[in-house]
């Protein structure tokens, strides 16, 4: 910590290992602790230590980190233990932005965004609660920007255009951003505005006088350079290192500026309230229900289950109570509440009395996808510690959530067995199940702590794939090959999608981690409803019907890690290939 202490106010690229590992080390807690996979967390932690020229071997595992830096000439061990484990897509998008603006900051380029622009101007504003409305934001002054750009005339000299040209579009990851201080937001955006104002009048001036033309052009060549505040870059750039420079500023970024930006990082607020977070959880689950065969009386039911089940889940969280427990006492106020609704519909309809699956439904909110998912992707990448864990975490998630609806359905005398058909046409049908798949993920989306964008984009993702396998399991395909090929289908979509901001053909504050958008468009295609039946069916001690179900749920639930590490195989080199 002394150590630390001393390099706190100096740049982190010259300071020593020790504080160069906590940044590195604190990067990778935090993406680990957001909920993401061990093999990402390592990627993240490289992300850092590349510029920083220190090399990391670390062992992550479901709630600890243990990391071993070294810079050639000393070494340091760090380890990090987590109380607990969550999901929190927000902050894993806003670390991907961080790791941008650290490489950009220490002169390497871009990796994940086109426009390293939108993160150096997002890791300003992390005070703002709305951080993908401050990227819009951006987003879209950069393209109004580059748009005016092209938009000014040339000079007379076509062979000092051209120069400019070429050096404004070379090596153009090679940007080196300035670091922007916290508490200096204010004072350079008025310089800048100010700056604008100066040039305008200038321009106008220029146009009103009686000056002769070969000055006037010369005038307004001067004030669009000065307007811009860019130097050439790429091999001329070293001529020009005195154009836009103060006297004051540093390259780079010191330890302090790079722990103040984690650490806003880190105590943000959930982006819902747990009324939303519960009006989302009633949506996917209703939705689910109708994707599984129920009718409107099951949706209305798991409806009001998975709201109220949610909303406590989320206030007892608040409390850090243990996990398991929490499951327990949400899934079985869930459960009964789904069957109190139904039971007091019946008093008006007595076909609702006959809905007795319905309460399967407003129990699948607590379906560990994100750690289900990762955990087979680690597997993929020969990660077993870390698989396994995770693994082991989804089944006592799952066993304390079956076991506790099995309870609730011994002492009211529930006998689930399954959905009755509804008849619809199937035309119809299909239409039916993109809408509700597009509501399923996105309330799943918005359970993760998605911002309203992300949460967009992997419901569009989630309505195409669901739909489909839904669809080709209907014509005859088993369902584990159903849920194969939707997985492989969301993998791909969200890659091409991932590619197409980064070659920008989209805007570049739409570029959302791959995890965040296929985990919940295909958590939707977790067999919630067999998972269940082999509880309640081990409960009755039908032991032959208990594995019937448990092996087809474990059939369909290895198939979705599959097929996404095959869409990463496809579309991912550094998946492609043992190195």
């Known amino acids: ?45 490289h992300r850092i230590a590349y510029p920083l020229g220190v090399h990391v071997r670390a062992d992550v595992n479901l709630t600890d980190i243990e990391a071993s830096c070294t810079d050639g000439k000393d070494r340091i061990t760090e380890v990090v233990d987590l109380p607990t484990t969550g999901v929190n897509t927000e902050r894993i998008w806003l670390l991907e932005h961080f790791a941008d603006w650290f490489n950009v900051n220490l002169g390497k380029g871009s990796m ?31 393209r109004e920007r580059q748009k005016a750009e092209q938009n000014q005339e040339g000079s007379d000299d076509p062979v000092l255009d051209a120069l400019e040209m070429v050096t404004e579009r070379a090596e153009v990851t090679d940007t080196t951003a300035q670091p922007l201080h916290l508490r200096d937001i204010e004072a350079a955006s008025e310089q800048h505005n100010r700056g604008e104002r100066e040039a305008e009048r200038e321009t106008k001036r220029e146009t009103a006088g009686t ?10 060549k001067k004030a669009r350079k000065n307007r811009n505040h860019k130097p050439p870059k790429g091999q001329y750039a070293e001529h020009f290192d005195h154009v836009g420079k103060e006297a004051d500023q540093s390259q780079g970024i010191t330890v302090r500026q790079a722990h103040e930006r984690l650490d806003m ?31 409107p009386f099951d949706m209305i039911g798991a409806f009001i ?63 560990p996808g994100f750690p289900l998912i990762t955990g087979g992707l680690d597997m993929a990448k020969i990660d077993f510690p870390s698989g396994i864990q995770r693994v082991a975490y989804v089944l006592c998630i799952i066993l304390m959530a079956t076991l506790a609806g099995w309870m609730v359905a011994s002492i009211v005398h529930l006998n689930p067995e399954g959905f009755e058909p509804l008849g619809l046409n199937p035309v119809v049908n299909c239409l039916l199940r993109f809408v509700f798949a597009f509501i399923g993920v996105w309330g799943f989306s918005t359970m993760f702590n998605s911002p309203q964008r992300m949460c ?16 080709i399991v209907d014509m005859g395909v088993p369902a ?26 989209l805007a570049p504050h739409l570029g959302y981690p791959r995890i965040c958008l296929t985990v919940p468009s295909i958590v939707i295609m977790v067999p919630g409803l067999y998972m269940y039946q082999a509880m309640f069916h081990l409960g009755q001690f039908d032991t032959l019907n208990a594995l019937d179900w448990a092996f087809r749920a474990f059939m369909v639930i290895i198939c979705l890690p599959i097929g996404l590490a095959m869409a990463r195989v496809i579309t991912d080199k550094s998946w492609r290939y043992d190195i």
């Open 1 to 45: 910590m002394e150590d630390i202490e001393r390099d706190w106010d100096k740049p982190v690229a010259e300071a020593g290992i020790a504080a160069k590992a906590s940044v590195i080390v604190r990067v990778g807690m935090l993406d680990l602790g957001a909920g993401t996979g061990s093999f990402r967390v390592r990627e993240m932690m």
């Open 112 to 142: 994940y965004h086109s426009q390293s622009d939108v993160s150096e101007g997002l890791m300003q504003h992390l005070d703002k609660r709305d951080a993908s409305q401050v990227s819009a934001d951006l987003s879209k002054r950069l």
């Open 211 to 220: 000056a002769n033309v070969t000055s006037s052009e010369s005038t307004t």
């Open 265 to 295: 990082i880190e105590r943000r607020k959930p982006l819902y309230s747990p009324v939303f977070a519960g009006f989302a959880s009633a949506c996917a689950c209703a939705s689910f229900v109708f994707l599984l065969g129920g009718g």
């Open 305 to 367: 289950g998975a709201g109220l089940g949610h909303w406590l889940r989320r206030r007892l969280f608040a409390h850090h109570l243990n996990q398991f427990f929490v499951t327990f006492v949400c899934v079985a106020v869930a459960a009964l509440a789904c069957t109190g609704t139904l039971r007091l519909i019946g008093i008006f309809e007595p076909v609702a009395l006959q809905h007795d699956t319905a309460y399967i439904g407003a129990m699948l909110f607590v379906i």
């Open 456 to 471: 967009l984009v992997a419901a569009t993702i989630g309505a195409i794939t669901d739909t489909l396998r839904l669809e």
């Open 480 to 505: 584990e090959a159903g849920a194969f090929i939707g997985a492989l289908l969301a993998g791909l979509l969200a890659s091409a999608w991932r590619s197409a901001v980064h070659r920008s053909w």
